[in-house]
């Protein structure tokens, strides 16, 4: 994929990217999801309290692909949950900063949560700061930091956001 | 007076010890009333902050004991002390945040101002408007102020209790758990974030959980999936004299504990069922004695957490008879290097609401929960390990959840 021109083809090409990324999560193609990352990439949940304050923890914290890959394979063959489902709304993302081929985006995002027997909770909202890699064949995040508005989860977080 | 519920739970709880618990304990208004004033306002310490927490004179912090709100303040003294959140005048939380710097402690509705060690020292208007109004001649600022905790801090630890014929915090740990406590604190302490879980079931529930070592290698199937072997470990439960508290924990055997444990206790057996990236399996002995998983809880409500080197205290808080937060806060110490400050971020995916080996305690606890409106007059069986509550040099044991339950039946009069 070109290297965005503009900050308008660089919103383009990023709303693009999260509408594929939350089609891939939301129709639970997980297996599909760690695709979405460069080999080195970083992908943090943290809240907006820890991370206005430098905290570094993360309710999950990878720094390669592969740790999300075998995210997917946990999920899949070890964790155990209540069969579960999202629906992720994406705001239209903001250009923060373009670099070459590396394009710093934030977009808003809500998620609800459906669970097997029909009830719906807002799960999560947040922002999601992103950096995206253009240099190879189709754009991927290298690094993706979920920041939660609330600290609170409720139950548990399977699925990532 | 003992309420109708009260009575119907003494009844209830069968003529066999501590192997029975009724399920009427998860889900009554009045067991939960009564919990509040005689075990979370009895003569328990309740955890309240790290003391790195509030570094500075005014640094103040708002959290709970039970569901009774509390401030925790360090004064110009800097000495910590502990309020119960509620104005001396009309009742309303005086901090809101939950951290700042404060000077005075100024409730919003009217004005009243405590000083950093409670006491009332401004009332608005007290000798009313252009001689009209204020307060009779009666009133004495010195009868009114914010009703105070007792407080003590242990290895950083900072514990309050509202009552002050609890005994000193060393005597109530005793000999066994307060150098438990120690071991995981041994250097000052760094917080490296924090995380609230919220659990859909009775603040019971939970603790039992974290006291039932029977559960965790059938419900939580990480490591047997991915077939992470742990080698040549050893391990047992330690129930301290009362009951209440307890630990458990597991221990890589000396000969194997080579200061990196990542070859020598975990590994997969066969590389077609193991990680990807099992640098998350990482580890380092940084406490010289080989054990790699320590649980430790101090009655009725803090929990503190060693999984390798991801360290945490959960405070455990009750929010109504079906609901329940987690307070997570994880901690490293100030003087981790690189490498290590490292391995507890990465550590951190195995616990907490999305941890490989922990996501599960986050449903289980609903699970119970929401199968309990047919339980009557039932009682769950806790049986594992024989019919007492003392130490054991096994974890297929219930023996800590059986304490738990006579140090709060103790407590409670049940």
Not at chain 1, 3 to 32: F, K, M, Q, R
Not at chain 2, 123 to 129: C, H, L, S, T
Not at chain 2, 223 to 236: I, K, P
Request: proline share 5%.
């Amino acid at each position: 994929m070109p290297v965005p021109v503009d900050d308008a083809a660089a919103g383009h090409a990023v709303a693009n990217l999260l509408a594929d990324y939350a089609a891939c999560i939301d129709s639970d193609a997980l297996e599909g999801w760690p695709d979405f990352f460069t080999d080195d990439c970083v992908y943090r949940i943290t809240s907006a309290f820890n991370y206005a304050r430098n905290l570094p923890i993360g309710i999950i914290h990878a720094d390669s692909r592969r740790m999300l890959e075998d995210r997917v394979a946990a999920l899949r063959k070890a964790n155990i949950y209540e069969k579960q489902g999202y629906r992720h709304i994406i705001s239209v993302p903001r250009i923060v900063l373009r670099k070459g081929a590396v394009v710093d985006a934030e977009a808003g995002f809500l998620v609800v949560r459906i669970m097997h027997d029909g009830v719906l909770d807002l799960f999560a909202t947040g922002r999601y700061v992103d950096r995206i890699d253009f240099e190879a064949e189709k754009p991927r995040f290298a690094e993706k930091i979920v920041v939660l508005d609330s600290e609170k989860i409720d139950t548990l977080l399977a699925i990532p956001l | 007076m003992i309420s109708v519920a009260d009575a119907r739970a003494d009844a209830m709880w069968p003529d066999t010890g501590l192997t029975r618990v009724p399920y009427a304990l998860y889900g009554d208004a009045a067991i939960y009333a009564r919990e509040r004033e005689r075990v979370f306002m009895g003569p328990a310490w309740n955890y309240l902050a790290l003391d790195c927490e509030l570094p500075n004179p005014g640094d103040f912090k708002t959290t709970f004991v039970g569901d009774v709100p509390v401030i925790v303040v360090r004064d110009a003294d800097g000495a910590i002390n502990a309020f119960e959140n509620r104005c001396a005048h009309r009742g309303a939380l005086v901090c809101l945040e939950r951290f700042g710097n404060a000077r005075a402690l100024t409730c919003v509705y009217h004005a009243w101002s405590y000083d950093l060690k409670g006491k009332l020292k401004g009332v608005a208007f007290q000798n009313g408007v252009k001689g009209a109004g204020g307060m009779p001649p009666e009133f004495r600022r010195e009868d009114h102020r914010l009703r105070p905790l007792k407080v003590e801090s242990f290895a950083g630890l900072v514990f309050g209790s509202f009552d002050p014929k609890t005994p000193p915090i060393l005597d109530y740990l005793g000999p066994e758990i307060a150098p438990r406590v120690r071991r995981v604190l041994p250097r000052k302490v760094k917080v490296l974030g924090y995380f609230t879980q919220v659990l859909r079931n009775n603040w019971k529930l939970y603790i039992e959980n974290v006291k039932d070592s029977y559960h965790a290698s059938i419900l939580h199937l990480f490591f047997t999936t991915f077939r992470l072997n742990r080698l040549s470990q050893s391990g047992g439960i330690v129930v301290d004299a009362s009951g209440g508290h307890h630990i458990s924990y597991s221990k890589v055997e000396p000969q194997s504990a080579d200061g990196d444990y990542e070859a020598a206790a975990l590994r997969a057996d066969n590389a077609a069922f193991g990680l990807k990236d099992p640098s998350l399996l990482s580890g380092r002995d940084e406490f010289d004695d080989g054990i790699t998983v320590q649980i430790l809880t101090v009655f009725p409500t803090l929990v503190l957490q060693q999984i390798q080197n991801c360290l945490a205290v959960r405070q455990i808080l009750p929010k109504g008879l079906d609901r329940t937060e987690i307070v997570w806060t994880y901690y490293g110490f100030e003087d981790d290097d690189a490498a290590l400050a490292g391995m507890r971020l990465k550590q951190s995916n195995m616990v907490g609401p999305a941890g490989y080996i922990s996501m599960e305690d986050g449903a289980v606890g609903a699970f119970v929960q929401r199968a309990l409106p047919g339980a009557g007059a039932d009682s769950s069986v806790v049986m594992m390990g024989g019919a007492g509550a003392e130490s054991q040099p096994t974890r297929a044991t219930e023996t800590s959840v059986r304490g738990f339950w006579k140090a709060y039946r103790g407590l409670m009069g049940l």
